[in-house]
């Protein structure tokens, strides 16, 4: 496992934004996130040994570009040069969480093709509107790897229309920091079920920092939020029995 960062910082860009970590995390060290810059990492996928090898060793899951967005305008200049690098490193996996997945055909490699094999795009979808807006686009896309992101996650949200197809797996999560919005219990058990019923595995990641059960509130100190969205036991994953009777629908 490892980051890479070829890129930092972000404009602000739909509702899941207000509280972006980026943007508290930079203004903790009195920097400008909405700067966007290029990394001094930015070679880092290429970068060689003395001996000549690659300092990023595989096989590894690279999560990329998590400070910033992959597909942000300010980004196109080097978008072209991250995609070669990415090609070359075949042997590596890479990951990616993105907003603005309707900016996917800007600076796309002529090779892309039906996509590269070692390129998984999550699409971030905070509310039912953005859900609707992105996941139709993203579903008729040539990606080879599809994920779903709610996160954070600001209301109940019918994703049932986008499951069933491409979509490897459904990841939702509250918000965190001091101005948290709240996540309820009911949305994370209501794509639950839709998840199930699709037979997509689904991922209950983390709580955030308000979070609603019953009709009550728990503040939720970070270092607990995962843990307890794993207590909850809802995170599910289809039997290989369920899988090989989707595969065949
Ligand atoms: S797209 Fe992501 S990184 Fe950019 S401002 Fe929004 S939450 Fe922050």
Redesign the pocket.
Known sequence: MADWNPWHG????SE??MH????RRDASYELDASKVRKNKAFDDPIARKRDGSYKLSSPAMVYTCF???FFIDEADQWRADAWRMIKERSDLSFFFIT?RILRFYSELPDDWGNGYTNVTIGVTCENQARADERLPFFLSLPIKHKTLICEPMLEDIDLSPYLGGPIEQVVIGGESGPNARLMRYEWAVHIQQQCIAASVPFSFKQTGANFEKDGRIYRIARNEQMKQARKSGLSWTPSPIDQSNADQT
């Open positions: 972000c404009q602000k860009y899941g934004c972006c970590y980026v943007y400070t910033s967005d907003k």
